[in-house]
């Protein structure tokens, strides 16, 4: 079969054509082999992926098999793909219809293979401020659904911090589907600093919808303003919540295709 894979800010997905894939395949497995860093391809999800007309379907799995709704890089590598090979100019319109929507993509820029994307991603749902009850401390947490399950812990920003504390919230039994967290720091008013953990995968560079919920979290409770630069390890996306939801921007690169013995 082919495999495409791609990234945006190093959080990188294996990009698979739903008609390359034999009716019976177990699609939990194939995942976790394909992702695999050191005996597959390598990446933090599997998009499963049939074309519309105006973009296209996807599926995500994430690199231990388990299922997500959504992801926001993911939605901008398959715009990616879709855009390239249908060579759409600048300005163009990309629809990726996922399982918490579809989300509409503005072409922004085209830079070699790095193509800019503004992704429209709905509003964030049911945001509250908690305290969550860990083994060793209480912590204060905002909690919301931007098209999948977030969690936002502001303060402190440690790599101790994010598998002692963000590893355990990301399988908390008050999360019963499992949660991506973040830990954000609001370094100035237009400006969030996040590390992340991401469901199903563990600690990765980048995350769209984790950038979301981080600007949500620190625009609700943390004094930033409505449009936020949120850095992560592996790059900064920009995030503007306006009255008609969130919007999304950043880039994504087609690395390679190959071809994967099935």
Same mark, same amino acid.
Do not use: K
């Given at each position: 079969m082919r495999i495409v894979k791609a990234h945006a800010?190093?959080?990188?997905?294996?990009?698979?054509? @739903?008609?390359?894939?034999?009716? /019976?395949?177990?699609?939990?497995?194939?995942?976790?082999?394909?992702?695999?860093?050191? %005996?597959?391809?390598? +990446?933090?999800?599997?998009?499963?992926?049939? #074309?519309?007309?105006?973009?296209?379907?996807?599926?995500?799995?994430?690199? /231990?098999?388990?299922?997500?709704?959504?992801?926001?890089?993911?939605?901008?590598c398959l715009a990616a793909l879709v855009a390239g090979e249908r060579e759409l100019p600048v300005g163009a319109i990309v629809i990726i219809e996922t399982d918490a929507g579809a989300k509409v993509l503005e072409l922004l820029d085209?830079?070699?293979?790095?193509?800019?994307? %503004? +992704?429209?991603?709905?509003? #964030?749902?049911?945001? @509250? %401020? %908690?305290?969550i009850a860990l083994e060793s401390e209480r912590v204060e947490a905002i909690t919301m659904r931007v098209g999948n399950p977030q969690c936002v812990v502001l303060g402190?920003?440690?790599n101790e911090r994010l598998h002692?504390? +963000?590893g355990r919230l990301a399988v908390h039994p008050s999360f019963p589907a499992g949660t991506n967290v973040e830990l954000a720091a609001v370094e100035a008013a237009d400006r969030v600093r996040i590390l992340?953990?991401?469901?199903?995968?563990?600690?990765?560079? @980048?995350?769209?919808?984790?950038?979301? @919920?981080?600007?949500?979290?620190?625009?609700?409770?943390g004094g930033a303003v409505r449009d936020v630069q949120v850095v992560s390890p592996g790059g900064t996306q920009r995030v503007e919540w306006r009255d008609?939801?969130?919007?999304?921007?950043?880039?994504?690169?087609?690395?390679?295709?190959?071809?994967?013995?099935?």
């Open positions: 800010y190093g959080n990188d997905f294996l990009l698979v054509n @739903a008609g390359d894939l034999p009716r /019976d395949v177990d699609r939990a497995a194939l995942t976790r082999d394909l992702c695999e860093r050191h %005996r597959g391809i390598g +990446a933090d999800g599997v998009i499963v992926h049939r #074309p519309t007309e105006s973009g296209a379907v996807m599926d995500l799995l994430n690199a /231990d098999g388990s299922y997500s709704e959504v992801s926001g890089n993911g939605v901008r085209v830079h070699g293979r790095r193509l800019t994307f %503004r +992704a429209a991603m709905g509003q #964030p749902e049911d945001v @509250a %401020r %908690r305290v402190d920003l440690s002692n504390v +963000a992340i953990w991401e469901r199903g995968v563990g600690p990765t560079e @980048a995350s769209g919808t984790g950038a979301c @919920a981080a600007a949500v979290a620190a625009i609700a409770y008609d939801g969130l919007y999304l921007t950043g880039s994504a690169e087609v690395l390679f295709d190959c071809s994967w013995p099935y």
